[in-house]
């Protein structure tokens, strides 16, 4: 394979993540705050198909998101560097707390309401705490290091990443003490906008740039 069509495909698996897990947003909003047993329940019924199909697109977006940074150590010749086991290591890290959060997606639409629902459904909130402290600022800074010190994708990303890492780290142990959730969520969508921009941007260098 030609370093144009990997370029092509890793770029492709970064836009199709960032639009699978849009997508898994919208489709699964999640159940209205302090729900009753009754009103979970019966969002349950409503949203079953939804719930499911929206877990398994985002089972299936981070992996695809991850790739693409993987991709990126390797087109940076950083494969062999401690910047791109960094890297691997924080899209493992990120890869299996989303796994673990669908998990419990897939446990609370499935179990029983009362016992096995109510619980996954306490544990999704608690894992998404580790998105923050841990997944998204290792993964974010490590890269972000790859991409400042080679000349693949504009470094204007590089600083983004680190910033969106630190945002992160800082709001990740901040909402562990405050209702701060929603923060992060909004935090969550500007991090999609960056994996989708640097998708493109390197979609972009891959087909019209290097047909000069």
């Known amino acids: 394979m030609t370093q144009k069509s990997f370029s092509i495909l890793a770029a492709l698996s970064g836009i199709l993540g960032v639009v699978m897990l849009i997508t898994s947003f919208i489709i699964n909003p999640g159940p209205p705050p302090n729900a009753t047993l009754a009103q979970f329940i019966e969002f349950g019924k409503q949203h079953y198909d939804s719930v499911v199909f929206g877990g398994w697109l985002q089972a299936v977006s981070a992996p695809m998101i991850v790739l693409f940074a993987i991709a990126i150590v390797h087109l940076a010749g950083a494969a062999t560097k401690f910047s791109g086991w960094a890297t691997f290591f924080g899209g493992v890290i990120l890869v299996t707390v989303s796994l673990i959060e669908i998990t419990f997606y897939f446990s609370a639409i499935n179990g029983t309401p009362a016992t096995t629902g ?3 459904f306490e544990l999704i909130h608690a894992v998404q705490h580790l998105f923050s402290i841990i997944a998204a600022p290792m993964l974010f800074f490590s890269l972000s290091y790859v991409i400042l010190t080679s000349k693949l994708l504009p470094h204007l990303f590089g600083y983004t990443g680190v910033l969106l890492g630190l945002a992160f780290t800082i709001l990740g142990a901040a909402a562990l003490f405050n209702p701060w959730q929603y923060l992060i969520d909004y935090l969550s969508m500007i991090q999609g906008f960056w ?18």
Do not use: C, E, F, N
């Open 195 to 212: 994996w989708l921009s640097a998708s493109v941007t390197l979609l972009i260098q891959a087909t019209v740039v290097r047909k000069k």
């Open 118 to 120: 109510i619980i996954s």
